[in-house]
């Protein structure tokens, strides 16, 4: 079984998680990564608002609750402007935490995409190691809208 925790952009903090609860359990955009497996979510929570304070404690409550890896949510990623630490929380995570870190949850909304793909905001390498999880097809990207 794997045991994931979440954590979501704080400009989304009313968010009742949602589409990361239905992409879990249809397994959908970066949950796809789990399609043959079992999952246990142990922690759901904010980053704390800019520059991202309650990561630096918020995965140690969720590795104490069983994590094996966490999920920065979409909202990190689609977000404007996106997430200018998003990087920083991946490379941070598995460092202190010895976590694996996954970016994104559910697909990414087709609203989002069409904004960013006017605005280029996904053309760079790092960008699109981002999104690899949660780009999906149009379809779906609509079925999150």
Known sequence: MKKIGIIICDRYHTCAGGKCF??????????????????????????????????????????????????????????????????????????????????GTHPIPQKYFLTHQKLGTWESETAQKLIRFVITDEETRLAYD
């Open 22 to 103: 239905r992409s879990l359990n249809n397994r959908e955009g970066a949950f796809s990564l789990y399609k043959d497996e079992e999952v246990d979510l142990v922690g759901f929570t904010t980053c704390g608002g800019c520059p991202g304070g309650n990561v630096e404690y918020a995965p140690e409550e969720m590795k104490k609750n069983g994590a094996d890896v966490i999920h920065l949510a979409t909202g990190l990623i689609v977000g404007y402007p996106p997430c200018p630490r998003i990087q920083a929380f991946t490379d941070f995570i598995p460092a202190k935490y010895d976590l694996e870190v996954v970016a």
